[in-house]
């Protein structure tokens, strides 16, 4: 199975300041049809998780443009420009590529 | 669209459980499912994904062999037969649609149903 580590697992933010997570994979997963399916999901406090990123850069509809996805081979990263009170959640990446598909541990991103 | 849960409660290790989840807004026969859970306080946890047809599914290591998904496309609802079950199953269980073919369309999650095994 391929291992999703992600860091910080807290990070500290001031609102208004950029945030920036990593997420790095045991190995490369591209799909045979070209495409790396990492995604990136926000679960804010009491709610269900939902995809802010899909296929390591591309922003899911309605997503804030202050999200952006990189990253390629083994190493992703999620930024927020400028984080805002209600980017407060927990954040997670996923391996879509190959079953099983696997979450990162999570980073909760926290006023400091 | 809606996904609703529902089938979770208190269980004894060992016991069976069958959760479902209910579609409505969406063309649900047209798209693969999954199930993905969350233990108290921790991270996520994809569980496992049936196609579109009910034909094709995958699992999690950690529940292969004890647990089976399924499908109605005539009743819109998605089912999770837990068999076996381990305290380290206790977790809420959602079911989500996240398919990403083509260009990604958006993914729907429901709100959780809570599975708790103790004696």
């Known amino acids: 199975d391929i291992v999703m580590t992600q860091s910080p697992l807290s990070l500290p933010v001031t609102l208004g300041q950029p945030a920036s997570i990593s997420c790095r994979s045991s190995?490369?997963?591209?799909?045979?049809?070209?495409?790396?399916?990492l995604h990136w999901f926000q679960q804010r406090p009491g709610q269900s998780p939902r995809r802010l990123i899909h296929?390591?850069?591309n922003r899911d509809s309605g997503v804030p443009d202050r999200f952006s996805g990189s990253g390629s081979g083994t190493d992703f990263t999620l930024k927020i420009s400028r984080v805002e009170a209600e980017d407060i959640g927990v954040y997670y990446c996923?391996?879509?590529?190959?079953?099983?598909?696997?979450f990162g541990q999570g980073t909760k991103v926290e006023v400091k | 669209v809606q996904l609703v849960e529902s089938g979770g409660g208190v269980v004894q290790p060992g016991r069976s459980l069958r959760l479902s989840c209910a579609a409505s807004?969406?063309?649900?026969?047209?798209?693969?499912m999954h199930w993905v859970r969350q233990a108290p306080g921790k991270g996520l946890e994809w569980v496992a994904v049936?196609?579109?047809?009910?034909?094709?599914?995958q699992y999690a290591d950690s529940v292969k062999g004890r647990f089976t998904i399924s499908r109605d496309n005539s009743k819109n609802t998605l089912y999770l037969q837990m068999n076996s079950l381990r305290a380290e199953d206790t977790a809420v269980y959602y079911c989500?649609?996240?398919?990403?073919?083509?260009?990604?369309?958006?993914?729907?999650w429901g709100q959780g149903t809570l599975v708790t095994v103790s004696s």
């Open positions: 996923l391996q879509a590529t190959h079953w099983p598909w696997t």
């Open positions: 190995q490369i997963f591209v799909h045979s049809d070209g495409n790396t399916y």
């Open positions: 049936i196609s579109s047809d009910g034909r094709d599914k």
């Open positions: 296929k390591v850069s």
């Open positions: 807004g969406l063309s649900f026969s047209g798209h693969g």
């Open positions: 989500a649609k996240m398919d990403c073919g083509g260009d990604c369309p958006r993914d729907y």
